[in-house]
């Protein structure tokens, strides 16, 4: 699915990127641009220094004190080293400022290509509810709900019982799980709009809240897109990221073991079809909740690269960020959607700094470090031993991901990568991915956003417990 | 890494009969030069005197000379497990990623100059930006080594999107060190002066 390779480095719009990020992704980014002979410059915290992302760009720059908000945060930090360093572009990754669309615009403001779509498409999607609105008008189911924040609690109570119990009270600037509530009857519904609201303010200054119908035992399957500046869409098939705990994402795979050649293809054009409604340009994922009776419906957009980007790569052959810089670049799609292929089935586990029993973070020295290897692995990550993962940013330390013609394959081959990858001196979550990948449901393709639930409560935590220091280097 | 202070030295010499586990040259490319081994094996001595003590006038940290025969490497002034250590990650080892890797950080030189300043008050750039040692081209420096300055004496620019911040000396004091060339990026921490309270 990469078309361009005919472009000789020298001739790039490009010679320089910032990567507004750390981590994993970072180097993600890192990796992409020396393949298209593209300069990087690293930013970085001060606790940040022995960071790979930092080892591996041509150039960086220490920008703040470990607090995000002081540095991977620090918008004036970030513009000042891309003028010092003269970069031509800033490639924002996910979290911190990617979903920004006031960086956006200062990017622009500041003549520096944001690598991203529109700054008023970011704005948009950012608020749930205007999306919502949006994206139904542009022709996407959505679930029955309110068009407008809720404002007081009669209006949600009349507005609950038009829809049906059960509902979802959701944050209006929401992500990641918080300032949402599952409502099942109306006595229930005051305190919870409450909270949520509380939660929401807190999280996201910004104290709105909405309703929807709530799904019971739905699938999370998003789409993903990429679309030119001129108009031009496609999309790469879809990711099924049903294995969640309190909304995050734990593991995911490609394509889905349900959709069936015809939902892709109906799924796929409907986000398409209101991505080129939008003007949307750049990479972006339509994410929708699957019922069973395979009706789907519009969730949220997320305007920015996505953690399991890696598994539709892995699938369609594509390099994802490349098509974003290109995009950025200002060239052309250059492909069609019958040049899609989707190839073999790919999972993605996360590994995660975290107590498997508790989930509480990990962080701390990596003693000890084997990447797994062999056909069909691939691993994205920014720790080796001697690393010491600070505590103050995400507990994501590292992406595994397989490939294999079947997903029975995929699975078997991730179960032992997963046993050959060794990291001492901090918990990860291995533990627990070993055992969802041996549960009968989960490789019956029977799973929906509650698996989890039903998982840890079946299985305990205590079974998990024995198995915390799994692998072992032999000789 | 090289302490021009400690006198260790090390000294390696190796006849060709011998295995050179740390050499980063391919054995079966020396092999093919061995020829003669008895004639050229037998190292002369005062030979040897001669070189460490030309190796030594010309101060080298240094040295390797290989001849037909025999391989003499000389080196000093650096920690033995450093050399291992750099030796490993030029090897390819995976443990750590090969210091040549590094990028340009703009603070690297002022950070290592001012770790040897134990004694000074470092002030450190609060921003990212670009070092100005004068409000403008035309005007005097701010401050000079030997200037006296109190702690709400301004020292420098650094200049931020555009914008000007004047930076304070925080502590009174004698400038003894300025780290930072006029109109250099610089990171934030990275030492800008030293001052002798």
């Given amino acids: ?475 | 890494m090289s302490d021009p202070g400690s006198q260790k030295a090390e000294l390696e010499i190796t006849a060709e009969s011998e295995q050179v586990a740390s050499s980063s040259e391919p054995a079966p490319a020396r092999r093919r030069r061995s020829r003669s081994l008895a004639a050229e094996s037998s190292v002369n001595m005062d030979e040897l005197r001669e070189l460490v003590q030309l190796i030594n006038e010309n101060d080298f940290n240094e040295f390797e000379l290989e001849r037909e025969g025999f391989r003499v490497r000389f080196r000093r002034g650096m920690e033995i497990s450093e050399v291992a250590r750099r030796e490993l990650t030029a090897g390819g080892s995976a443990t750590e990623p090969s210091p040549t890797l590094a990028p340009s950080h703009p603070g690297a030189k002022a950070q290592t100059e001012a770790s040897e300043d134990q004694d000074l008050y470092i002030i450190p750039s609060p921003i990212v930006g670009t070092f100005y040692r004068a409000a403008s081209p035309n005007s005097d420096s701010f401050v000079k080594i030997g200037s006296i300055v109190e702690a709400d004496s301004v020292v420098c620019i650094i200049e931020a999107m555009k914008l000007m911040n004047e930076i304070q000396a925080e502590t009174a004091g004698e400038v003894a060190k300025i780290y930072v060339e006029n109109g250099q990026p610089v990171e934030y921490g990275q030492p800008l002066f030293g001052i002798r309270k």
């Avoid at chain 1, 790979?52 to 760009?57: I, Q, S």
Wanted: hydrophobic fraction near 40%; aromatic fraction near 6%.
């Fill in chain 1, 1 to 475: 699915m990469d078309f361009e390779h005919k472009m000789k480095p020298e001739l790039r719009k490009f010679k320089k990127i910032l990567i507004a990020n750390r981590g994993e992704i970072a180097c993600r980014i890192i990796w992409t641009c020396k393949e298209m002979g593209i300069r990087t410059v690293a930013v970085h915290s001060d606790v940040d220094r022995d960071s790979l992302h930092v080892r591996f760009a041509d150039e960086a720059a220490c920008i703040g004190p470990a607090p995000s908000a002081q540095s991977y945060l620090n918008i004036p930090a970030i513009i000042s080293t891309a003028e010092i360093f003269n970069v031509d572009a800033i490639h924002p990754g996910y979290g911190f400022l990617a979903e920004s669309s006031y960086f956006a615009e200062i990017c622009a403001a500041c003549n520096i290509k944001f690598i991203g779509p529109p700054a008023n498409i970011i704005r948009l999607m950012g608020d749930k509810v205007e999306a919502r609105r949006a994206m139904a008008e542009a022709g996407l189911p959505v679930l029955p709900g309110s068009p407008e924040p809720i404002t007081s609690e009669a209006e949600g109570l009349k507005l609950a019982r038009e829809i049906g119990f059960p509902v979802i009270v959701k944050a209006a600037a929401g992500g990641g799980g918080r300032g949402m509530r599952i409502v099942h009857t109306a006595e229930e519904l005051g305190k919870a709009l409450e909270t949520a609201s509380t939660e929401a303010a807190a999280a996201f200054k910004d104290g709105s809240v909405y309703i929807e119908r709530y799904l019971q035992n739905p699938r999370h399957i998003e789409i993903q897109v990429l679309a030119d500046e001129y108009g031009d869409c496609i999309h790469l098939g879809e990711r099924e990221c049903s294995i969640q705990r309190r909304h995050q994402k734990l593991l995911e795979e490609a394509p889905s073991p349900v959709l069936s050649p015809k939902l892709r293809n109906q799924m796929g054009a409907a986000a398409v079809a209101a991505c080129k409604q939008l003007g949307y340009a750049s990479a972006g994922t339509v994410e929708f909740l699957l019922d069973e009776d395979n009706k789907f419906y519009f969730m949220e957009m997320n305007t920015r690269i996505q953690v399991e980007h890696a598994v539709t790569e892995m699938v369609t052959l594509a390099d994802i960020v490349r098509n974003q810089i290109r995009i950025a670049e200002g060239e052309p799609l250059g492909f069609t959607q019958d040049d899609l292929l989707i190839v073999g089935h790919a999972i993605e586990c996360r590994v995660n700094a975290e107590n498997p029993e508790t989930f509480a973070p990990s962080p701390g020295l990596i003693t000890a470090f084997n990447l797994p290897g062999g056909p069909g692995v691939r691993v994205d990550t920014y720790v080796y031993a001697g690393y010491r993962v600070p505590p103050f940013y995400d507990s994501m330390i590292a992406k595994v991901i397989t490939h294999a013609r079947t997903r029975e394959l995929a699975i078997a081959r991730m179960k032992r990568a997963l046993e050959a990858m060794v990291i001492e001196g901090i918990k990860t979550t291995i533990p627990l991915h070993l055992k969802i990948l041996d549960d009968p449901d989960f490789r019956a393709g029977k799973i929906s956003t509650s698996f989890m639930e039903h998982f840890l409560k079946q299985n305990g935590t205590k079974v998990l417990k024995s198995e915390s220091g799994v692998g072992a280097l032999v000789g």
